[in-house]
């Protein structure tokens, strides 16, 4: 038993000290991943080494102190591709910025895990399908803009709860049903919904459902 206790202090320290580097290696997986499901003909993805221990070198990439992603920076930078569910695993992520790009397909629900996020740019692409009731696990958000897309449905009711929305911008897509007026819903201007045709709003509770017309 003696043997075992001396063992442990001796081998437990230097497994935590791993710790960081396991975390910020399925980090680089994470965007590893993303950058297979994505065309990049200018290179602005060429420093994205997965061999390196930790992605906190590669351009776009902000890190803090513990070589936790913290930031990917990739808005207008003429990359073309999808988003896969790997970009959940980047549970520090304050800020996912990947506007104004040519991203298909449907947003990923696992974005719903990045329970940190601050703001979230996803405008300006040619995503489909819904948004996904997930993000009402985000509620640290404080900025969503999913504007001139393909999205269609209608407006999660769930994201009602995010109280620290301040800037929710989902114009120039193809959603469906009533705007909601709970929760941080009642401050945003009517723009922020425009040139949807089948979205009519603000809703009147109790007189007709919130996904009328979907």
């Known amino acids: 038993m003696a043997v075992d206790s001396l063992l442990l202090s001796f081998f437990l320290p230097i497994l935590l000290s791993f710790s960081p580097a396991l975390s910020t290696n399925s980090e680089g997986n994470a965007l590893s991943a993303l950058r297979s499901r994505l065309s990049d003909p200018t290179n602005v993805l060429q420093s994205w080494d997965p061999t390196l221990v930790n992605p906190c070198t590669w351009f776009h990439v902000t890190c803090d102190s513990n070589n936790h992603v913290l930031r990917l920076d990739l808005g207008n ?17 304050q800020y996912l910025e990947l506007y104004k790009n040519n991203i298909v397909g449907k947003i990923p629900k696992e974005l719903g895990n990045l329970g940190k996020l601050i703001s979230m740019d996803l405008y300006g692409n040619k ?88």
Do not use: W
């Open 77 to 93: 930078s003429n990359i073309s591709g999808s988003l896969g569910p790997e970009l959940g695993q980047l549970k520090h992520l």
């Open 127 to 214: 995503l489909q399908g819904k948004i996904p009731e997930s993000f009402a696990n985000l509620k640290s958000l404080r900025f969503l803009r999913l504007n001139d897309n393909k999205l269609t449905g209608s407006i999660p009711r769930e994201l009602t709860t995010l109280s620290d929305l301040k800037v929710f911008d989902i114009s120039n897509n193809d959603l469906c049903g009533t705007i909601p007026i709970d929760g941080p819903f009642g401050i945003f201007p009517m723009e922020s919904f425009a040139n949807n045709n089948r979205l009519n709003g603000p809703e009147l509770k109790g007189l007709v459902a919130y996904d009328f017309g979907c």
